[in-house]
């Protein structure tokens, strides 16, 4: 049985990790199974928006302790470098948006998978914590730099050096997700978002992903400049005055 399963529905393609005997925890074999799913939704042009879900009880309980590869070099780059497949990465560097529905626990690499989405809903019972510290390693997969920029300096620190858990509403204010549901809402919430995101023009989508990525990196007037650039990009496409024509005929009716 495949550690990570791929489902297309429309323009919304759904990668599931599928390990909930071991609470999704991560391995090689499941990293890349993420990696590859990833690399199916990038190359297919009728996938607009993938979301990234688990089966089970846990969303994620982070690397599988159990497997005395775990944490080496060959492991690490399994996980972290998109040119091996690696599958933690690749979530980051998808195009495409990305939604995470996460429930349950959520640690290590799981929440930097929920860090590496565009929007994380996830279910009332969902719990983060970041343990790698104690066990004698750092987040490497965006547990820090990520986490950093969502959360600021204070609460990533408390999360990265105090190994503290957090309950999911704690999350939602600290923004570490986006929203979160009923745990028998979940998969129909994060369904909803893929539809509207699906729902508008790729390019944009697209273009917006990338400014929105970006701009932390980047002085504001420099920032400004990317974000005016991509706007001249998108002002003369066929979608975007099919889009305005309908607006403006919406409003007139």
């Known amino acids: 049985m495949s550690l990570v ?11 599931t990790l599928n390990r909930p005997d071991n609470l999704n925890a991560v391995n090689a074999e499941l990293t890349r199974g ?6 199916r939704a990038v190359a297919d042009p009728a996938v607009r928006v993938v979301v990234l879900d688990a089966e089970g009880r846990a ?11 775990t944490h080496s070099g060959d492991d690490l780059l399994a996980h972290l470098e998109p040119a091996e497949g690696g599958g933690l ?12 529905a996460a429930q349950g626990w959520c640690v290590g690499a799981g929440v ?13 019972d969902a719990k983060f914590f970041l343990p790698q510290v ?15 920029r969502k959360v600021g300096p204070t609460w990533a620190h408390r999360l990265v050096m105090l190994g503290e858990k957090v309950p999911a509403e704690v999350a ?8 979160i549901v009923p745990r028998d809402a979940l998969a129909q919430r994060a369904a909803e978002i893929a539809e509207t995101l699906a729902a508008a023009p790729p390019a944009a989508q697209r273009l917006a992903k990338e400014s929105l990525l970006q701009a932390a990196d980047l002085p504001l ?4 400049r990317v974000d005016q650039y991509r706007l001249f990009m998108l002002s003369d496409t066929a979608e975007k005055k099919e889009r305005h024509a309908a607006f403006a005929a919406e409003r007139s009716a």
């Open 134 to 148: 104690a066990l004698g390693i750092v987040p490497g997969a965006g547990g820090m730099s990520r986490l950093l």
């Open 221 to 224: 007037a420099a920032a400004l």
């Open 89 to 100: 990465e690749a979530v980051a560097a998808c195009p495409k948006p990305v939604v995470v």
């Open 5 to 15: 399963s791929y489902d297309v529905s429309g323009s919304v393609a759904r990668v």
């Open 59 to 69: 969303f994620c309980a982070g690397a599988d302790l159990k497997d005395p590869n």
């Open 172 to 179: 939602l204010r600290i923004g570490l997700v986006s929203e």
């Open 34 to 39: 993420v990696g590859s799913a990833l690399g």
């Open 112 to 124: 930097e998978l929920v860090l590496a989405a565009d929007i994380a809903v996830v279910a009332e």
